[in-house]
């Protein structure tokens, strides 16, 4: 049974768009999900002293020390979902301190001798599913920022996008796109 890690990044929690496409997503996969509300469990962005910290487990070897719950739970998971809202056009701000908790030397990537970012997680797929108010068009920059760190860093070639676009234009008519997006995954 494949492991999915549902990094639910939705900020509005009762009337999220976002959330009803990703669990609409998650309703067609197949696996056990485990479920991360990162604005629950808020990882915080790295700090001189956690940024120290992270430094010095890192030079013990210490990669199992619970500082690296989030990398070590990404790594290991089979199939990715993060759902993530497009805000400001990228992403909510607790979303970039979750990647900065996940990308950790040692867990999610490593360096060849050649100084090259290897990845080391096991995640054959990563879907990256949003709503956006207007249209995401050519200023994609949150999905384009997680697939280069998937692709180059973490070693995750297959990553997906999923979307609901020009859900707040007048005129349009949300409750339709969105039905249209459910009914495409
Ligand atoms: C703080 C904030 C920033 C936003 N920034 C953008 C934006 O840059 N471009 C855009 O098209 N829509 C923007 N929107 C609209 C949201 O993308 C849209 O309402 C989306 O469907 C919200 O997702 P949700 O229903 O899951 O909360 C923004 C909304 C908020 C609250």
């Not at 739970?73 to 979902?81: G, S, Y």
Request: aromatic share 12%; glycine share 6%; net charge negative.
């Amino acid at each position: 049974m494949d492991k999915i890690l549902f990094v639910d990044s939705c900020i509005r929690k009762d009337k999220s768009r976002t959330l009803i496409l990703a669990k609409a997503l998650l309703n067609k996969l197949n696996g056990d999900v485990e479920c991360l509300d990162i604005n629950t469990d808020r990882p915080l962005p790295l700090a001189e002293e956690t940024l120290a910290l992270r430094d010095k487990l890192s030079q013990e070897s210490k990669f199992d020390d619970s500082f690296f719950r989030y990398a070590n739970q990404f790594a290991n998971a089979d199939i990715i979902v993060i759902a993530a809202p497009y805000w400001d056009m990228s992403f909510p701000a607790v979303l970039k301190s979750y990647i900065e908790q996940v990308s950790v030397c040692g867990i999610t990537f490593h360096y060849t001798n050649e100084g090259i970012p290897e990845g080391l997680c096991k995640c054959k797929k990563l879907y990256y599913v949003t709503t956006a108010g207007g249209y995401t068009e050519n200023m994609n920059f949150g999905y384009d920022y997680i697939k280069g760190m998937c692709n180059i860093y973490y070693g995750i070639k297959d990553v997906e996008f999923i979307s609901a676009e020009g859900l707040d234009i007048w005129g349009n008519d949300p409750e339709k796109i969105l039905s249209d997006a459910i009914n495409n995954i």
